[in-house]
Each structure stands twice: as C-alpha cells, then as structure tokens.
C-alpha cells in the first residue's frame, strides 16, 4: 500500500513561486512512476507533469519552462517547483504514484492519490 502527503501549497501573487512537496510511504521510487495534477470545481484532473521511474521528467505544455518535477529518493519525496505562476494555474494540486517504470498523462492510470494542495495565485 502506497501512501502519498503533500505539502506546500498557498496562496500567491502572480509572478510569484511555490514549491510542493509530496512524501511517498510503502514504496520503493525504482518501481513507481510519479506525477501531480491538477483539478478546479468541476471539471477532472488534468495531467502538469510526471517522473519515471529513471529519472526521465516530462511536462504539460501549459507549465513547460515554468514548473519543474524532481525526486530526493533518499527521503522518497518527489517536489514540483513552481516559478513565474499565473491566475491559471490556481487549483488543487494532487501527487499520484503509479506501478511500474512508465509515464502516463492520464489520471485514471495512477492507483495512488494524496490528498491534494490548494494553490492560489492572485492577479
């Protein structure tokens, strides 16, 4: 059983940074690939990025050059760095572990979900 705790999230101007933290326990990071999405008031989550197992980052176009997943395996957290944020992306943010090495942008792939994180960016 996989358990996954985020932290970080907050309130923000626009322009500003956040980094968020998500605290992975009964896992090993070399057999889980890892994401965050995110989700406002109905509507479904949406994929922001993900982490192989190896290491290898990928990003939704709308955050590419502006937030950055990383790991500390070590600690088994994974982080998103978020610089030079927008009114837009104001929404709950959820880390989500999925079995095996490879990627996926879709949320119904990841079996493990953490509670979420706000993040607000005020204009």
């Known amino acids: 059983q996989v358990q996954l705790v985020e932290s970080g999230g907050g309130l923000v101007q626009a322009g500003g940074s956040l980094i968020l933290s998500c605290a992975a326990s009964?896992?090993?990071?070399?057999?889980?690939?890892m994401g965050w999405l995110l989700q406002n008031p109905g509507k479904e989550r949406e994929y922001v990025a993900c982490i192989s197992s190896s290491g290898s980052t990928y990003y939704a176009d709308s955050v590419k050059g502006r937030f950055t997943i990383s790991e500390d395996n070590a600690k088994n957290t994974i982080f998103l760095q978020m610089n030079s944020l927008i009114p837009e992306d104001t929404a709950v943010y959820y880390c989500a572990a999925r079995r095996g090495p490879q990627v996926t942008t879709l949320p119904y792939e990841y079996g493990y979900w953490g509670q979420g994180t706000q993040v607000t960016v005020s204009s």
């Open positions: 009964g896992r090993t990071f070399s057999t889980y690939a």
